[in-house]
Every structure is written in C-alpha cells, then in structure tokens.
C-alpha cells in the first residue's frame, strides 16, 4: 500500500518507528511494501417487502422508487419516507496481491476477508529447495496450501520462472496447484484480465 502511495522502505520504517508497533526489520518492511491489499465497497438496498405489504402497498412502481430512494405519496395523500422502507446491504470484494513473498503466512491477517489472492508461484517445491533462500521466492506449494489454510475461495498464481514456459511445465505448476488447493485456480497469463464478480467468483475476463 505503502509503495501504491509512492513510500519507500525507508519512510515506511520511519512512520512504524513514530507508532506504538513492535520493531520490524527492514526485510519485513520491504516485504510489506510488496503487499498491495484492495477492498471495494458497493451498498445494495433492500426493501422491507413485509413492511410495504403491511402498509397496503401493492408491488409495483412505488415500491422501485422508494428502493432507489425517493419519497412516495400514496392515493390518499400520506407520503411514504424511503428510508422506513429499506435497508441497506455491503458487499465487499477484497483482492490481495503479493509480491515477491516466499512466506505466504505474512499475509494471513490481510487475506482475512480477502475472496482472491495473487501471488506469485515461481518454483515447483522441489525447484525451490535446489535453488535455496536467496531469491525470497515462494513455491507453488506454499501459496496454494496457504490459500487452502486461510479457506480462500479464489488464488491466481503468477511470476513463473522462465523454466516453466512451455506446456510441460505449466502443467507441472498446475498439477502442484490442484495437490494442495481444490478452489477457484488460475494460472495467470501475460496480459490476461481477471474480474471478481458480486459473489466472489473470479473469472478470466472476456473482453465485450
Ligand atoms: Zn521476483
């Protein structure tokens, strides 16, 4: 988020440093400025169809208008508030992406309420163990038993390494992916957009 409001590790240690929050290194910190968490709100409003039936009012075209907001005069001349009548609902959509990130379980708390999670995959396990701590990238493996852990119901995998692009090795990936994560999976691909719809599904968006 830090790096989306164009802050640096430095800044972002410094504004820690000025709070009440247990030290972090600057590792974490720059890991943290890799995590990008988006939440989007939208209000539905409902009517109280009980309430409306009990006033005598008969579905129809008043019943739409006050559920867009307006006030409604009766035939007999008492006027109908709007807010009396219905109720609001929130829906709300929340996306994690990660960046480079080889311990998914940094993410817990942010992927709470989160319906998707990307991240990047760049390893099968077993390459991962070959090539060792050094380049912070995760597996596979990890990011998808993470996603079952944390019951994530969408996870888009990303950031391959260059080894696995051909057939046989996507197919490698995603058969890592299905051992361990029996959700909503994509292997995501270069310059392809992903919607998550009001029910929390994700979907590889077709362009109209
Ligand atoms: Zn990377």
């Given at each position: 988020m830090a790096q989306a409001q164009g802050g640096s590790a430095n800044s972002l240690l410094r504004s820690i440093a000025s709070l009440d929050f247990p030290a972090i290194s600057e590792e974490t910190a720059m890991r943290y400025l890799h995590e990008m968490h988006f939440s989007y709100e939208t209000v539905k409003w409902k009517l109280d169809s009980a309430a409306l039936r009990a006033r005598g009012v008969p579905s129809g075209p008043l019943w739409g208008k006050l559920q867009a907001g307006h006030d409604v005069t009766l035939d007999d001349g008492t006027t109908l508030a709007a807010a009396d009548f219905r109720v609001s609902e929130v829906q709300r959509a929340v996306a994690v992406i990660g960046g480079?990130?080889?311990?998914?379980?940094?993410l817990s708390d942010a992927c709470a309420e989160a319906q998707v999670l990307v991240h990047e995959?760049?390893?099968?396990e077993a390459i991962l163990q070959k090539v060792?701590?050094?380049?912070?990238h995760s597996s596979v493996q990890r990011v998808a038993q993470f996603a079952t852990e944390r019951g994530l119901p969408n996870l888009i995998l990303t950031h391959?390494?260059?080894?696995?692009?051909?057939p046989e090795g996507m197919a490698e990936l995603e058969a890592e992916a299905r051992q361990h994560y029996a959700g909503n999976l994509f292997l995501a691909q270069d310059f392809a957009s992903y919607e998550l719809d009001a029910a929390g599904v994700v979907r590889k968006f077709q362009a109209a």
């Open positions: 480079d990130n080889d311990t998914p379980s940094l995959a760049t390893y099968t060792g701590p050094g380049p912070t391959f390494s260059a080894r696995y692009d051909n």
